[in-house]
């Protein structure tokens, strides 16, 4: 049965590769069938070209042989729209890109093709990345697999969406503040944002350079250290991507025991803006860690509180500076205007959507002479103390737990009057990004029938403790792929 088939994991794939039960353009023809079936309600994606995913699938079935030892052979992989795919449109779902097909692949695509991957099609997101629902895209929302009636987070909603509705078991996500958190978080699957630098950003449409990281979103653990496999590489086209100092293999962090390890709960984080609901949720997982044989103790990040107010100046001013490249003149539809300056105001003005133009405003403002140093300057030194004190954490701690969002999935419409309740949204997830450590969302239950998460953040390169502590906790608790009661009552 064609769903079954596309609920599978990438490690149940590989297994059923290995054993020759199932070949790779029999999963692709399972995984596009389930994405016909459901993708009309849920809309995780832009572009899919299903001639192309089963011609590349053939192709892997021939060259079996060469790679089925490769970490992601035959897994089919979607892709956020903001990952640049030579000959498929890369829209970042935006106006001004229509029509733009990208000449060179991101760097994480080499990386999925060169490890067996099957690159499946283009996924919906907020504008330029710039949300936490997808209601920004100006392709249309993305709806939450649990409730249609409610967003799927975002930035990175459509990747989400597409692997908690069982259409693929991996999609690529990127997280400037908690794009691939959140949505995960709110979709009932697990999101990585690594430290920053891991992954490659080269051909990732850039947002906030500083702060923007590629990563896996899937239903399980061991999936998540696969990806990683495949796409943490250095890669000297992104002058800020490193190699991981303790090598590039992660599937096998998994059993480390995981007893004896310290965790820290910041207070910051489970008192006001987060709803009593979630609180307990994860206070009910952190028992769970704690019969485990983690030790885990409150304790207090007071410049956490800043982050907010912090990241809305310094990713608005990173923006405001990337997305002067869109002029009409290099890339997508363009104003028919004689005069220059109102070409690029028309093209401007009609390609990019309000978001977009709030965030370009209020990022050439904090830049403008007069006003850098009360706002930029002043972020930066905020985005310091933020880092600084989340390292002193980690002198006492192997990590820090809370929850990845304040509250469930809300509804269409719920927080876009107001843009900045759509910022708090992100009030859990930012300040990983401020201080360029990794982060990882894992469902931790139910709260009136939508899926809470719960986040674990480490120091650098602390991506095996938070995978390993991940596995333990979904092992134990029962909350390992959590399955949206739609998709089994057959109403999707
Ligand atoms: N929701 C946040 C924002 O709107 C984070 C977005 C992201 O991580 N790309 O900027």
Redesign the pocket.
Known sequence: MPEAISALSATELRVAYRSGTLSVREVAAACLKQTERLDPRIKAFLHIDPAAVLSRAVKLDERRAELIDSPLYGIPVALKDNISTAGTPTTCGSHILEGYIPIYDAGVVEGLERNGALPFGKTNL?EF????STENSAYGPTRNPWDTTRVPG???GGSAAAVSARMVPIALG???????R?PAALTGVIGLKCTYGLISRYGLVA??SS??QIGPIARSVEDIALTLEAIAFNDPRDSTSLSDPRGGRYLNALDRPVTGLRAGLPAEFFGEGIDPKMRTSVLEAVKTLEKLGIKVEECSLPSLRHSLPA??IL?PAEASSNLARFDGIRYGPSADVPDIIEQYSATRGSGFGA?TQR?ILLGTFVLSSGYYDAYYLKAMKVRRLIRNELQKAFEKYDFLISPTTPDTAFRFGEKTADPLQ??L??IC??GA?LAGIPALSIPCGLIEGLPAGMQLWGPHFGERTLLGVAKSYLDASGCNGLRPQILKDGQL
């Open positions: 907020d990345a710039m949300g936490s975002g930035s990175s990127s997280d400037t503040g908690g794009s691939i959140q947002y906030a702060l923007d990241y809305y990713a978001e965030r759509m910022y949204s992100d997830t930012i990004n």
